[in-house]
Every structure is written in C-alpha cells, then in structure tokens.
C-alpha cells in the first residue's frame, strides 16, 4: 500500500513492482479488445443475413431462382464467416501468446495492477 502523499510517479513504481512480470500491455489489450468488437459486430451482420436468407428458403412462395440464390449466398457467408473467425482467433493467439495469464507454467492467482483477479478465501 502508498503512502497518501506519495508522488504518483512512486506511486506507479510501486504498484509495477508489486505486480511482478506482468506487463501492463495497454496496447495489445486495446488490440484484443477490437478484434473482439469487429468480431461480435460481424457475427451480429451474418445473423441479420441469415434471417432474410432463412426467409427466403422458408418462404413456400420463393422461385426457385430465389432459392438457388440465397443458397448460394448462404455458402458465401459461411465461407467469409469461417475466414473472419481464423483470421481473428490467429490475431488474438498472437497478442496473447506473451501474457502471463496465457503461459502454460503460470500458477495461483493472476494479479493485475496490483489487484487479485479472483478472491481466494
């Protein structure tokens, strides 16, 4: 704990020191974080056009040019899809792979800035 009069830059020292090896990695973090939102945003749009494609195919009143058409925009969408997920979880294996809570040799609770993750009793 600091003293209330402390400088903040001691302040900070002291906080990093009692936080280990952990990097404070603001800018791998904002990089997860929106490869994160891009990745529920574009699964949000592919739901959306699942819908009216579901439509389409549900519709006993579809062409069978509508039908044809939206099965192959189903196959399209799965493919993009599929290629949206590997390409976000490469990036994210790749910023993650030097944080302490991804190393397999890690043990007891993570702390972070200086405060327990989880509380154990």
């Known amino acids: 704990m600091t003293a209330p009069d402390e400088p903040a830059g001691q302040r900070r020292e002291h906080e990093a020191g009692q936080a280990g090896d952990l990097t404070d990695d603001d800018a791998g973090v904002n990089s997860f974080l929106t490869l994160g939102?891009?990745?529920?945003?574009?699964?949000?749009?592919?739901?959306?056009?699942?819908?009216?494609?579901?439509?389409?195919?549900?519709?006993?009143?579809?062409t069978l040019l509508q039908i044809d058409s939206a099965t192959i925009d189903v196959r399209d969408l799965?493919?993009?899809?599929?290629?949206?997920?590997?390409?976000?979880?490469?990036?994210?294996?790749?910023?993650t792979s030097d944080w302490l809570m991804a190393s397999p040799v890690r043990s007891g609770p993570l702390t972070l800035r200086s405060a327990p993750f989880w509380h154990q009793p």
Request: a negative charge; hydrophobic letters at 50%.
């Open 37 to 62: 939102d891009d990745m529920v945003r574009n699964l949000m749009d592919v739901l959306q056009r699942l819908d009216r494609l579901r439509g389409v195919l549900d519709d006993a009143k579809s």
């Open 78 to 95: 799965v493919a993009r899809l599929e290629t949206d997920l590997r390409s976000a979880n490469a990036s994210m294996l790749a910023i």
